[in-house]
């Protein structure tokens, strides 16, 4: 069963860049079934969907964060990633990194358990 | 973006209430909508998707309806593990969104 296990660094200065990095096992991110997705949650407060990276190495970010991030996939090691730039208090959250179907229909069927990352001065 | 705006946004019942929650899109998004739940500490879970198809070893006392721009979940009869927020999600179109969520809470 998919297993998605996300890492990084948990505290980040204002102003420089958050890195994550998920590790996909018991399944392979090169499946064209799937999106690849990263999606946070601030403290006490909703859902906020990143972006995307597909197979062929295609990605989608949300407009509202995309002159500040890349997603990226290293096929070799069936992991993922996040670099968030320029980071401020507003990027502190709970990252999930996440599965999507592609098609019709699309939602995350699994989820990684979340890591919290903290950015303070 | 399609903007999703979820009420109410906090909702307390009673165990074996019926409970429902509204989501509607600012633009018609067909069917493309699914409901998540998530409790507390927890990623969150698919529930509903296609708007009204219950995701495999969900309970059936859970279900979702609406085409274009207004939704509805409902829970026929509310039991203390449902204690959660739920959100709803389109993704007719990217970037995908989510309502602000509800959170159930038990009188």
């Known amino acids: 069963q998919l297993q998605l296990q996300a890492s990084g660094s948990g505290l980040v200065k204002t102003s420089q860049t958050l890195s994550l990095t998920c590790a996909v096992s018991?399944?392979?991110?090169?499946?064209?079934?799937?999106?690849w997705s990263w999606i946070r949650q601030p403290p006490g407060k909703g859902l906020e969907w990143i972006g995307y990276?597909?197979?062929?190495?295609?990605?989608y970010y949300n407009p509202s964060l995309k002159s500040r991030i890349t997603i990226s996939a290293d096929r070799s090691k069936n992991q993922f990633s996040l670099k968030l730039t320029s980071v401020t208090a507003a990027d502190t959250a709970v990252y999930y990194c996440?599965?999507?179907?592609?098609?019709?229909?699309?939602?995350?069927?699994?989820w990684g358990k979340g890591t919290t990352v903290t950015v303070s001065s | 973006d399609i903007q999703m705006t979820q009420s109410p946004s906090s909702l307390s019942a009673s165990v074996g209430d019926r409970v429902t929650i509204t989501c509607q899109a600012s633009q018609d998004i067909s069917n493309y909508l699914n409901w998540y739940q998530q409790k507390p500490g927890k990623a969150p879970k698919v529930l509903i998707y296609d708007a009204s198809k219950l995701e495999t070893g969900v309970p059936s006392r859970f279900s979702g309806s609406g085409f274009g721009t207004d939704f509805t979940f409902t829970i026929s009869s509310l039991q203390p593990e449902d204690i959660a927020t739920y959100y709803c999600q389109q993704y007719e179109n990217l970037p995908r969104s989510f309502g602000q969520g509800t959170k159930l809470e038990i009188k």
């Open positions: 990276i597909y197979h062929s190495g295609s990605t």
């Open positions: 996440a599965r999507e179907l592609t098609g019709t229909p699309s939602y995350v069927d699994v």
């Open positions: 018991g399944g392979s991110i090169s499946s064209n079934y799937y999106f």
